[in-house]
Structure formats: C-alpha cells, structure tokens
C-alpha cells in the first residue's frame, strides 16, 4: 500500500493523502477545482466583505479535472485508467447541464468512460460547486523480457 502526495494538485484540506494504492486500484480522495500552490477558486467572485458573490461551475468543472489528471499522473495512473468517479455538486438543478456537457468533452465514448455517480449536497468544506472522489485502476508492470 502506498500513499500519493503532489505538488502539482492542491494541497488537501485535511490530514489525508491525495491518493492511496492499494494493489492495482488507486484511491483519490476529494478532489476540488482549488488552483495548486495558491488554493485560489476558479471562477469564484466575492463581495468586498469576502462573501462569495457567484461563481462558474465550467471553470470550476475544467479545474477539479486537471486537478484529477494531475494525481493521477503523479500517482503513475491515466486519465483513462479511471474506472468510477463519484461527483459532489452543491447545485444540482443549476450546475448538472453545464457540468454533464464537459464530462462529455473528456468522455465522448460512454463505452469507454467511467461509472458515475452524481450527488447533489449542501456545501463543501470549502467555497466550491464541485468535488470527485474517484477510484482509478493501474495497470501491473509489465514482466521484463527473457
């Protein structure tokens, strides 16, 4: 069993790793749209008294991905190694269409795209529309030539 951490992904808002494999799967924990290094929010717009004023769930949706993309790839997995994607929306009735219509960008084949599950919730831990918590399978090395 090891654990993935990266630089290249937001840090996480708590005491847990960013992934963690486990034989051929790979666990990500909550991912979010959180630029790395500056934990900025894509598309997010504040009162001057620092209330979130709006935001944009396509900014926020392309983010959380290349978040997604980037401990995958630290963590030697694909893309399309993804095999089940759990997503947390805080607007489901507003954000789904938006949201759905950029899953299918990334996932044009239905064939070959992961199961998913889409949940709408109250809030996240922090001002965000948008978190996947996935589960990606890496593929066993293969055996050196004879």
Avoid at 122 to 128: D, V
Wanted: with cysteine.
């Amino acid at each position: 069993m090891s654990t993935i951490q990266t630089d290249k992904a937001p840090r996480p808002v708590g005491s847990y790793p960013h992934a963690r494999q486990v034989g051929e799967l790979l666990f990500l924990s909550g991912i979010g749209p959180r630029r790395p290094g500056t934990d900025e929010i894509p598309g997010n717009e504040y009162y001057a008294d620092g209330r979130l004023r709006g935001y944009d769930i396509e900014a926020q949706t392309r983010s959380v991905f290349a978040n997604v993309r980037a401990v995958l790839e630290a963590s030697g997995a694909r893309w399309e190694d993804l095999v089940d994607v759990t997503v947390y929306l805080t607007d489901m009735a507003r954000d789904f269409k938006p949201y759905n219509a950029i899953w299918a960008e990334h996932f044009p084949d239905p064939g070959t795209a992961p199961c998913r599950t889409t949940l709408g919730i109250t809030a996240l831990p922090t001002p965000i529309a948008i978190e996947l918590k996935c589960v990606a399978r890496i593929a066993a090395p293969a055996a050196p030539a004879r």
